[in-house]
C-alpha cells in the first residue's frame, strides 16, 4: 500500500465542501502525493481498495450528513489498517458526526487519523446574499482547510469521539423518521411553469436520483435538501411556497458532475 497516495471521496451540495476538498489536495499534490479526487455519488464504496490514505469530505445537515454521505460511508471496503481523515463544512455547528462516523470507520477497519470541521457561507434557504462577506468566507474555509492538510501530513490532526451525546443526537437527527420529515420538503416546492424550459439540470444535477421529467420536473419524495435543484436552475424557476429564496453557488454545475456535460 503506497503511502503517497490519497484518494478524496467528496460530496457537496453547491461547492462549499467540494473547494474545501479541492485545496487539501492541492497541498497533498505539492507535497508529491497522487491524489484523486472522487465524487462519492460515482463510486461504489463495496469495491473500494484502498491504495494508501483515504479522505471524506462532505457537507453537514440537520447537525450530522446526508443519508447518502453514511451509507457510502457503511458500505466501505474494509480498510485493512488504511489511514482515513474526514472534512466537513458547514454554516453553524454539527454535533452528530465526529465520532459518530470515526466508530463507523473503525469499524470498517480503517485507522482515523484526523477530523476537521469547517465554516462555509450557508446555502440554506437564503433570503438575502452577501457577496463580499460570503466570498471572505470561501477563501478563509479553503485556508483552514489547507492548514488542516499540513496538519495531516505533519502528524498534528487527531479525530477525537466525545462519548455519549452525540451518539445519542446521531439517533435522533439520523433517524428514518427525521429524514422522512426533511423529504416533506417535496410537498411545499412549487414549480413556475412558465419560467420552466424543461432543460433536466434539476433532475442531472440530483443526487439520488428525486427529480424526474415526466414532462415538467417532478419530485419522488426523497428529498434530502442537498439544494442542488433550487440554487443551479438558470430560471430560478423552482423555489418554497411563499418564500423568496437567493440561490447559492459555489462552483459551476459542471464541477459537481464531472463526468457529464453541464453548463458553467
Known amino acids: 500500500m503506497s ?44 469495491r473500494i481498495a484502498p491504495r494508501g490514505w483515504v479522505g471524506l469530505a462532505f457537507p453537514v445537515a440537520c447537525q450530522t450528513t446526508y443519508p447518502l454521505v453514511w451509507q457510502f460511508c457503511q458500505e466501505l471496503a474494509p480498510g ?9 463544512t458547514m454554516a453553524g455547528y454539527s454535533g452528530a458526526i465526529v465520532g459518530p462516523l470515526r466508530e463507523v ?24 446574499i452577501a457577496e463580499e462577506r460570503e466570498q471572505r468566507q470561501r477563501e478563509r474555509g479553503q485556508e483552514r482547510a489547507r492548514a488542516y492538510a499540513r496538519d495531516l501530513l505533519a502528524g498534528r490532526a487527531r479525530w477525537g469521539h466525545v462519548p455519549v451525546l452525540p451518539d445519542l443526537l446521531r439517533a435522533l437527527v439520523g433517524s428514518r423518521w427525521m429524514w422522512r420529515w426533511v423529504a416533506w420538503t417535496d410537498s411545499v416546492l412549487r414549480l413556475d411553469r ?10 442531472r444535477l440530483c443526487p439520488i436520483g ?53 453548463p458553467e
Open 105 to 128: 470507520v473503525r469499524g470498517r477497519g480503517y485507522t482515523p487519523i484526523g477530523a476537521r470541521e469547517i465554516i462555509m457561507p450557508i446555502n440554506y434557504y437564503r433570503r438575502r
Open 80 to 88: 485493512q489498517g488504511a489511514p482515513i481523515f474526514m472534512v466537513d
Open 3 to 46: 503511502a503517497k497516495i490519497l484518494d478524496l471521496y467528496w460530496f457537496s451540495g453547491t461547492g462549499n465542501t467540494l473547494l474545501a476538498a479541492q485545496a487539501m489536495a492541492q497541498v497533498f499534490q505539492e507535497e508529491g502525493w497522487e491524489v484523486h479526487l472522487q465524487p462519492m455519488t460515482a463510486c461504489d464504496p463495496a
Open 210 to 262: 428525486n427529480l424526474t421529467l415526466d414532462p415538467w420536473p417532478r419530485y419522488q419524495g426523497r428529498c434530502q435538501q442537498c439544494m442542488r435543484c433550487l440554487s443551479y436552475c438558470p430560471e430560478q424557476a423552482l423555489a418554497l411556497w411563499g418564500l423568496s429564496l437567493e440561490p447559492y453557488r459555489a462552483v459551476p454545475a459542471r464541477a459537481l458532475q464531472p463526468r457529464e456535460e453541464l
Open 194 to 203: 412558465e419560467r420552466c424550459t424543461r432543460c433536466g439540470l434539476c433532475a
